[in-house]
């Protein structure tokens, strides 16, 4: 009988200190037992391999694999900041731009608080920094015919309201926009919903967006060329992904209807916005 006491007392003690674990850390020092409160600070890591790396549907490595990865930091009020790094290779494969660089790296920073308010709503707003470290030309802002071009790197800030599964972002340029000079007022419009399946790890998603150039060279731009060479474009993609004990595999096919000119076409001509599926697999730690 005394056995079956001590059992039972222990088993007890067992399922008790998970529940005190909730909160926080549990740690024990002789007969006391102290909860540690949870941290205000999450700092998380992610890396991925995908085997095209598309931004707004257009191919940043010419249809060919990236690898990328980032760094992100976030405060329990709802602040948050980051880095995240990709390879690439557009800045090269655009025919048009006279870009004597390699420029084989985006790296991007960012922060920017998010919360959410009457249970199923949330909002997030921002600033959004595209990097891409290289040797340029002197003076970077240059003429091919009556297109002009600026150092690719580019300021955004965003804002983002959600109900549920479904998202709404709006984009806005501050200056420069991936290397179309005086931009300001660009805009990118991002309608998403990513819809997760109950029980299995599973989320589908449908995403349309919109890439809107503004700004006084753009509008220049737009005035003497011809309607095929208007950088404007919608883009559009599917994806389901699948989480395998915190390794995601994703699938996605994205289309645009870009045209087929110097913005978005490589060396060879070959559209970079036409439609194409994508492999992912990502790691956050």
């Known amino acids: 009988m005394h056995k079956t006491k001590l059992l039972i007392a222990a ?3 067992m399922f008790a200190l998970p529940a005190l674990a909730e909160d926080g850390a549990v740690t024990q020092h002789k ?30 490595t010419n249809a060919r694999p990236a690898i990328q990865g980032g760094f992100d930091y976030a405060h329990s009020s709802g602040f948050y900041a980051g880095v995240w790094g ?22 991007d920073t960012y922060f920017g608080f998010k919360s959410s308010f009457a249970t199923d709503f949330s909002y997030d707003v921002g600033f959004l920094r595209y990097n891409y470290p290289a040797k340029y030309p002197t003076p970077m802002t ?22 549920k599964f479904v998202s709404l972002k709006y984009s806005y340029s501050l200056g420069d926009t991936f290397a179309l000079p005086n931009a300001r007022g660009t805009s990118y419009i991002d309608l998403s919903a990513n819809y997760p399946i ?11 967006g919109h890439q809107a150039f503004k700004g006084t060279t753009a509008d ?6 011809p309607v095929s060479q208007d950088p404007t474009y919608s883009d559009y993609k599917l994806s389901v992904t699948k989480d395998f004990s915190g390794y995601v595999l994703g699938l996605a096919y ?23 599926a994508v492999l992912s697999l990502s790691r956050s730690f």
């Open 11 to 13: 088993l007890g003690a």
């Open 31 to 60: 007969e006391d037992i102290h909860v540690i409160p949870a941290s205000a600070h999450t700092v998380t890591s992610n890396v991925s391999l995908v085997t095209d790396y598309l931004y707004r549907g257009i191919s940043q």
């Open 86 to 107: 990709s390879s690439i290779s557009w800045l090269t494969d655009v025919p048009l731009a006279p870009m004597a660089t390699s420029a084989p790296l985006e790296l």
């Open 142 to 163: 240059t003429v091919v015919g009556t297109t002009a071009w600026a150092k690719a790197d580019t300021n955004e800030i965003y804002g983002q309201i959600g109900y």
């Open 198 to 208: 109950a029980d299995t790890g599973i989320t589908l998603g449908v995403h349309y």
């Open 220 to 225: 220049a731009e737009k005035a003497v060329l």
């Open 254 to 276: 994205s289309s645009t209807n870009a045209k087929d000119n110097g913005y978005y076409s490589n060396p060879t001509n070959k559209n970079l916005g036409k439609g194409t």
